[in-house]
Every structure is written in structure tokens, then in C-alpha cells.
């Protein structure tokens, strides 16, 4: 009895299916015996209307998505400049501590890799791709002894791009240079870096 009541119903639907396709295929049928019914002036004012009513619809569909992405990230920036701004304590603690003049207190190393820890995890949750690619740089030029302050100035720009503040006018370095007392001397240092460095002539040679 059970497997007859199966078998019923799969026919059912199967009916069902084959009802739907035939008047989906009779509707198409007579939308086309209608168009090629109406004349040609107006046959292209309907497709231009419909036309219009798409684009109209399609514009509408973007801009919701795009307030909605725009609600997202601001409900978004608040943990986002919390997070940032107790990174850039820690840095400008690490800072401070080479300097006789300044009174804040860096991190201790273990202090420093419990957060440096935390802050991982963060950025996992929070941030953006582009803050973690360049969080992931900023490590592999630190362990390969690279350009630092070019990591970590261009880590502070996607840092200050996540919270919705634009990076445009800034010079080379100028972000790293906020924590320097003489930023002139960044400039000096990052020249003789490059002076040191051999030239693709001498390299050959």
C-alpha cells in the first residue's frame, strides 16, 4: 500500500510538471503571436519601455546593495578604530621607549607577544583583506630584514583606508614620519639605504 501511494504521487507530480511546462510553452507561444502581431513603431516603444523598466529596477537593486554595504561598514568602523588605535599605541609605545624625551611606557616583549597575538585574531574578525595582506608583508620583510618603514607605512594606509579615510596627498613615508621627532632623518636614512645598494651594473660586473 505504501510503495502504491509512492508511485501515486511521483505520477502526480510528474503530471503536475508536464502541466506547468505546457502552459509556460503556450504562454511564450502566444507573447510571440502577439509581438508579431503589433506593428513596428509599436513593437520598439514596447521594448524600450520594458527596457527602461529593467534598468529602472536593476538601478534599484544596486543602490539598495550599496546602502546596505555602506550600513554594514559603518555599524563595522567603531570595532574597527578601537582595534587600530590600540595597535597604533602598542607601535608608538615601541617608539616612545627609544626615546629619552617621551614618558610613555612601552610593552614588555612578552606583553608585546601576547597582543601582537590578539591582535591576529582581530584582524581575522575585523579587518580588511587588504590590512591583513599587508599585516602578512610587514611580517615577511621583518623577518627578512626589508624595508621596514615601507611595510609599516603601507600597512598605516590600508589601516586608515578600512575606516574609510583617504590616503590621497600623502607623500612616501609621511605616515611613519607622524612618530619620528626629526622625519627629515627618515628621508637620510631610506637615501643611504639606497646608495648601499649595488646597481644592477655592478651586479653584472
Do not use: C
Amino acid at each position: 500500500m505504501e510503495l502504491f501511494k509512492k508511485i501515486l504521487s511521483i505520477v502526480f507530480g510528474l503530471i503536475l510538471l508536464a502541466a506547468l511546462a505546457y502552459g509556460l510553452y503556450w504562454l511564450a507561444l502566444e507573447l510571440f503571436t502577439l509581438l508579431a502581431k503589433l506593428k513596428e513603431g509599436v513593437l520598439a516603444a514596447l521594448i524600450g519601455a520594458m527596457a527602461t523598466v529593467f534598468a529602472g529596477i536593476t538601478a534599484v537593486i544596486i543602490s539598495q546593495k550599496q546602502s546596505k554595504q555602506r550600513d554594514i561598514d559603518e555599524s563595522h568602523r567603531p570595532k574597527k578604530v578601537e582595534i587600530y588605535k590600540k595597535f597604533l599605541d602598542a607601535v608608538s609605545g615601541l617608539m616612545a621607549a627609544q626615546n629619552e624625551n617621551v614618558s610613555k611606557k612601552g610593552l614588555s616583549d612578552q606583553e608585546l607577544v601576547d597582543y601582537l597575538v590578539e591582535f591576529k585574531t582581530e584582524l581575522l574578525l575585523w579587518g580588511s583583506p587588504l590590512v591583513i595582506k599587508r599585516q602578512l608583508e610587514f611580517e615577511k620583510v621583518s623577518r627578512n630584514n626589508g624595508n621596514i618603514f615601507t611595510a609599516v607605512n603601507n600597512l598605516y594606509e590600508a589601516i586608515r583606508e578600512d575606516i574609510g579615510l583617504s590616503n590621497k596627498g600623502l607623500n612616501s613615508h609621511e605616515l611613519v614620519k607622524m612618530y619620528l621627532s626629526d622625519p627629515g632623518e627618515l628621508d637620510e636614512i631610506l637615501a643611504s639605504n639606497k646608495s648601499m645598494q649595488p646597481t644592477a651594473n655592478a651586479s653584472a660586473d
